[in-house]
């Protein structure tokens, strides 16, 4: 099977030759290529079931890195637990016209800012009117910046509660109909006029880099034509059939706040300087098809979704927010008369592995293997 690792060590070389990177991104490449090697150190570990030993490598924990999701996955959908409510949940989809990719990608941290601001304003304030639910919300958005052929496709999920907690905070506040939160034409007009707002008061401040190929953007004739384009087009906003409860939207959104912008399982084969790749075509019905692209413009496809470093990518608002949560989730709990029955695990660690010789036993950590840099040739300790 090849790796996205794999593609960096032989090709990486040659793509920083032709490409000048910045320090955070040489920082994740490193750290994708070093992921699970002798590099990194790890240990030896026994089955307690059949016997076998095997070198297991310790992992690179970077949030780009296709192997290192699933421990962080599912050691916040443990911490997640205790927050969930016995309603239906609504994922929401907001998505900003390719027409600003090219701006985004020469002002990322704060174009992704306004994306956030613009979208968790649009469904809070929703939220909060009288005419559609009259109510704090709670909302977890996570951003994600590619499309499945590894382009730029810069949108936000929200996982929504079905309703909220009412302004006096005396009552939870359903939404009015369960397969329905409220339609998307509304939120879709309000998050347009919201982004822009932001955007544009950012342009005139001058915080907006116009370089590169969208250096043209800095005559006000075309900024001005831009904004007439942005304005007049439809905003794409999806709003998904609702979970049934707190069980089936744990699974869910954990595939989406830990996703990276291609797993390794999607590659299909690296050859003569091309790779292959499964994606699903969304405008032809979903269908699973094959891409081949030169290795150059993989890597270039890749590195356009590295994150600005300490961005936060997974954020919450409303009675989810972080400084709310501890007290208003409680309230809403006691005001379903619901008492969570999930019980937090310890965190999981890196080495509790489930034996892959037997599929029986679990793998039990008996010899450490010190980095490569510390330890003798071929020698644990």
Not at 12 to 41: F, W
Not at 351 to 374: A, R, S, V
């Amino acid at each position: 099977m090849y790796e996205v690792a794999d593609i960096f060590r032989e090709f990486i070389d040659e793509y920083k030759r032709q490409s000048k990177l910045p320090l955070h991104v040489l920082k994740v490449i490193n750290a994708i290529m070093k992921c699970r090697t002798d590099i990194l150190g790890g240990h030896v570990g026994k089955c307690n079931s059949c016997g076998q030993e095997i070198e297991l490598y310790n992992s690179c924990g970077n949030r780009h890195c296709p192997k290192c999701q699933a421990i962080a996955r599912a050691n916040w959908i443990e911490k997640m637990k205790e927050d969930l409510l016995p309603v239906h949940y609504f994922h929401i989809v907001l998505t900003i016209p390719h027409e600003l990719n090219d701006i985004v990608l020469r002002n990322k941290k704060i174009m992704y800012e306004i994306l956030f601001k613009s979208s968790s304003e649009t469904l809070l304030t929703l939220s909060r009117d009288k005419k559609h639910l009259g109510c704090e919300p709670g909302l977890i958005g996570i951003l994600h910046t590619w499309g499945q052929n590894l382009l730029d496709h810069n949108h936000i999920h929200y996982i929504v509660p079905g309703g909220g907690l009412s302004s006096d905070e005396k009552k939870w506040v359903s939404t009015k109909k369960k397969d329905f939160f409220m339609h998307v034409k509304v939120i879709s007009e309000l998050f347009k006029k919201k982004f822009m707002c932001y955007f544009l008061k950012a342009a005139n401040k001058g915080n907006i880099r116009y370089i590169g190929n969208i250096e043209y953007l800095k005559e006000e004739k075309e900024l001005k034509k831009l904004k007439r384009k942005l304005y007049d087009m439809k905003w794409n906003v999806y709003c998904k059939p609702p979970f049934a409860g707190p069980e089936q939207v744990l699974e869910y959104i954990g595939k989406y706040t830990h996703r990276v912008a291609i797993s390794n399982n999607r590659i299909i084969k690296v050859e003569k300087g091309m790779v292959t790749f499964k994606w699903r075509d969304y405008k032809d019905n979903n269908k699973n098809k094959l891409m081949t692209v030169s290795t150059h413009e993989f890597i270039r496809r890749f590195l356009l979704h590295i994150l600005p470093e300490r961005f936060v990518k997974i954020r919450h608002y409303g009675i989810l927010s972080n400084r709310n949560k501890k007290i208003k989730i409680k309230k809403c709990q006691n005001l379903l008369k619901y008492k969570s029955k999930f019980r937090n695990k310890e965190k999981q660690q890196e080495n509790e592995y489930k034996c892959p010789i037997c599929n029986k036993g679990t793998i039990k950590k008996i010899q450490i293997i010190l980095p490569y840099k510390l330890a003798p040739p071929g020698k644990a300790v």
